[in-house]
């Protein structure tokens, strides 16, 4: 009788025989525990691998995989966040020494004699490079267009978790779903799209004021976050009413908090940590009022310089021309629009970031509201 060969075994065989539940369970926790210590890129890691584990094994829409798609596209967000971070330091430097540079040969140019003997062959010089930086600019536009940026990533695993979250009835789910929406909120910040911005936090708001009491530090933060959003668009009445929005409901917390100490003749070290932590972020918001109070001034007065300027233009043209009459045409600045969801997470593999702008994202308010 001839014996049976075992098949041999395979990656899909291993996810099989894995305890996929448990193993994604200690992942999250590990990615948590990373997010925390601020070691932005092992967090990414961990969700990752939790993530592509449970998609695997139940799909990857199902409601199992709301939590890692959460987790990995918020870990990605802080990760883009860190590395334009370092980037426009690194910029900064680069600025920096080229300008010492030149201010080194600006002290030691040279003698005339030597400048005309060197021309040809700085020309040639001056040539190659250009040619070589021409290669390397097309090498890199290339790979760009293959490769998904952190950011779009983090948009896409965001996506996937709030729609998951939708489907649920439950308050738990639609306050998860909320986070999304508000996670989702900061990448287009990120991004620079501001419009899109103010949708996923007005979305956010919605489902909490909903759920919550008018005191939870969890709607300070949304409002917060869309007084930013209305302050880069540019909507400064807006971004003023927000977040006044967000003291109130700090201040309604403080006053619990209080009430709450003076009922027990002893407040718990906790509610006075809560009170010193929300005392504290009130002087940054009015910082912020102030700032969107400015910048409306300012924006009114560079508006009735352009108003007086074309009016001063408008007044030539008529001299010369009877029937003249100059029509202003609005410019509406386009918004990107916002990603569809992904049911693929095959791409779940890192890929290098792709840089993008990089925008006040308010994480001093986040951490603390």
Known sequence: MEEELAAPSTSTDKTDSMDVDGESKKLLGLGQKHLVMGNIPAAVNA????????????????????????????????????????????????????????????????AADETEESEEEDKENDKAEDDKENELTVEDKESEEDEIGN?????????????????????????????????????????????????????????QQKYLEAHDRLLAESHYQLALAYHYNSDFDEAVLQFGKSMEVIDKRLAILTERIKKADAGSPEDEKEIEELKGLLPEIKEKIEDSKESQKSAKVAELGLKATLVGTTSGFAQSEDHGSVSTIPVRKGADGASQCVTDISHLVRKKTEKRPQAESGAAVESTV
């Not at 987790?71 to 860190?82: F, I, N, T, V």
Request: hydrophobic share 40%; proline share 1%; net charge negative.
């Open 151 to 207: 950011l779009e990533l983090a948009w896409d695993m965001l996506e996937l978790a709030k729609v998951i979250y939708k489907r649920q009835e439950t308050k738990e789910a639609q306050l998860h779903a909320a986070q999304a929406h508000l996670k989702l909120g900061e990448v287009s910040i990120e991004s620079e799209n501001y419009t899109q911005a103010i949708e996923e936090f007005q979305a956010c708001l919605a489902l």
């Open 47 to 110: 969700f990752q691998e939790a993530a592509s584990l449970l998609g695997k094994k139940y799909g990857e829409t199902a409601d199992e995989c709301a939590e890692a798609f959460f987790y990995y596209g918020k870990s990605l967000l802080e990760l883009a966040r860190m590395e334009n971070g370092v980037l426009g330091n690194a910029l900064e430097g680069v600025q920096v020494e080229e300008e010492g540079e030149k201010a080194e040969e600006d002290s030691a140019l040279p």
